[in-house]
């Protein structure tokens, strides 16, 4: 399966990363890119080619407006969303599903042929911290694909997806031609958030795979920093 490696181009920390984790995945017979990485740098030409709102209320709209954050913030969480938002559009582009991975994973397993319908976490374990996933998932998390939880990292903020579940982060999943029209019809409609708030279990259908596909690499490589342009 295609697979698109997002890092940031002239960041040192992002490109140590991403190089590793495209090694990791061409040992494990991935076809893996790197994929250059919208930052606040650039991120006017994105802005203007997508001409997307921002979802009100929300974090995000908040910081936009400069209630909660500074503007860095705000266009780091928006450069890292256009990140995702972009390869959506090349699965439908392709016509195909593809793994979209940040620059801060690893892989730990070569890809099978695994069937999935519109979104897939490759990282559930390794996306949490551990005390959480020790606490709560590891009770019930089940070999193979299964459906997401109902009732686990619920997105919190007065709007459309109030109570829904999200994605332990984005840094890892994969993602079909069907998952990303549902994603993008739901920004164009309601407006953008950061990408694992927009990735929850009312706006797509989620499943994750176990055992994991992908491990954070800071949890082998230490004192990584994993922000997009900051």
Known sequence: ?????????????????????????????????????????????????????????????????????????????????????????????????????????????????????EMLVLNMRSGLHQEIFDSILKPVLLDGINSYFNNFLVYRSQNIWNNAAMIPGSAAYAISPKGAKRLIKNVKKYGWDKADYIINNKSTHIQYVEPQYFELSHHIIKNQRTSHGE
């Open 1 to 117: 399966m295609k697979t698109y490696i997002i890092h940031i181009k002239d960041n040192s920390n992002s490109e140590k990363t991403a190089n590793l984790c495209l090694s990791e995945c061409q040992k494990f017979d991935y076809n893996a890119e790197l994929f250059d990485g919208i930052t606040p740098k650039t991120i006017d030409l994105w802005d203007k080619k997508y001409s997307l709102e921002v979802l009100n209320p929300s974090h995000m709209y908040d910081r936009q407006i400069g209630r909660n954050g500074s503007k860095h913030t705000y266009e780091c969480k928006y450069s890292n969303f256009l990140n995702h938002y972009t390869l959506w559009l090349k699965s439908i582009e392709l016509d195909q599903p593809i793994v979209i991975l940040e620059h801060d994973v690893i892989p730990v397993k070569s890809w099978e042929n695994t069937e999935f319908d």
